[in-house]
């Protein structure tokens, strides 16, 4: 017996009836000889973590634009920290860690530079029906390994593609909005859980906001330090899922789910759509739509750049130019984005 069959026997012996066994796999999309080692779905933490596109999301902006500072969060370290309060949540719950793991670290894959801003652009400049999470799909299906794609299980995929919740519901009515696998499902709460908590320690050290602006109900409800919300959140929702009618029902206490809502409410008010958040979304969209045209006029470049990111291998000719100048445009980090900017539309001094 393999190490790999070794741990999927103990899977099977202590994990929750509602996990999602490794060995119960849907599979990949290409079969492959499973590792002696490793699991299907440590397989695919690997391949997400070694890939180009993580990589790249440390520096991609989670709310504030190419900031200087150390100590605000890039998309990698909101990735790590929903990895970590996703894993915390299934290891309570007796759900697979490794596949939890797997969806939290390839979920913002496909977020573009300047965070929600540049998806924004997109959304104007290239299709309304672009998203984010749409994008970190097609990264792991289409863009990575040369065009190959990481040939990632379909739960995997399936978490990655359903772990955005919008504006909508932090946990929705609509069943099609979620992942088949609680795993999936827990993913979708921590990346609510984490950007709630560290967008409001961001904001408030930026000045954006003061810490006594925020509403007294959401402090005395979640906690005034980022690991007292953090534990408040986590514990709310392993005390409050249940089983029922032979399903594991992910619920959060009412009311900690009121404070939630409330404080997105009140970042959405305060923070994404403030003043200085908003001109920082005007700079990003005057660079990225300009780019996106300079692109779709220079085919050569646009080859080299394609080259340079290693999107793609030759697969770009067989879609049009667009969509090719999209995946480009959202493959950037913010700081690529703006020295390639500055590049092409910046004059050269004469030395």
Known sequence: MSIREEYEQREKKFMSPFACLSSNSRGRTVAEEPCSVRTAFQVDRDRIVFSNGFRRLKHKTQVFLAPLGDD??????????????????????FLNEDLVEAIALGHDLGHTPFGHSGETVLKEIYSA?????????????????????????????????????????????????????????????????????????DAVRSGVIRSEQVPEFCSRVLG????????????????SSQVTAQELNLKIDDEVYSAMTALRQFLYDNVYRSPRVHQDFE???????????????????????LMKLQIFGSNHDRQPKERTVCDLIASMTDRYAINLYQKIFFPSPVV
């Open 283 to 305: 700079k990003a969209k005057k660079m990225l739509s300009e780019l996106y045209a300079y692109f779709l006029e220079n085919e050569e470049l646009l080859r080299l750049q």
């Open 224 to 239: 005034r330090t980022h690991s007292d919300r953090a534990a408040t959140m986590i514990r709310a929702l392993i005390a």
């Open 129 to 201: 029906d672009f998203s984010h999470n749409e994008q970190s799909l097609r990264v792991v299906e289409v863009l990575e390994n040369n065009g190959c794609g990481l040939n990632l299980t379909a739960e995997v995929r399936d978490g990655i593609l359903k772990h955005s919740k919008g504006y909508g519901k932090i946990l929705p009515d609509d069943p099609a909005e979620l992942a088949f696998t609680y795993e999936g499902r827990i993913v979708r709460i921590a990346d609510i859980m984490a950007y709630l908590n560290h967008d409001l320690e």
């Open 72 to 93: 605000y969060r890039t998309r990698l370290t909101h990735t790590l920290e929903v990895a970590q309060m996703a894993r915390v949540m299934a290891r309570a719950l």
